[in-house]
């Protein structure tokens, strides 16, 4: 697993409302205690603490007030907020904490921002 600690990793994505956002990263468990969502089939990812993650639907806010209203927002770094500036169209955000993902190439309904320190 790739955790990293006080590091959050980001990604964006444009969906229809805030529940078909939630569907979309809501992790499924199975009875051998896996765990999948459509976020990890599109990305990749092997397994993350779902515990350490939060998704917001930010449709009519700046980048910036989508980006800090998240836990921790107040410690992320100004390379944090020029980088989704620069990450086109969206209206969501999903961020995990203690996590650093590698860059994957887009597909789907979500795109890798990147990986930034923050505190606790």
Known sequence: MPYKENTFSLWVGIFTDEASLQEYVEPIYSDNALIS???IKETGIDWYDAD???ASFCKNNTPDTCLRMHSYGDSFPQEAVNDLK??????SLY???DFLAKPAK???RIKFVGAYSYKK
């Open 37 to 39: 969502s459509d976020f």
């Open 52 to 54: 350490l993650a939060e």
């Open 86 to 91: 620069q990450a086109g169209e969206f209206n």
């Open 95 to 97: 961020l995990i904490y």
């Open 106 to 108: 887009s597909s789907g």
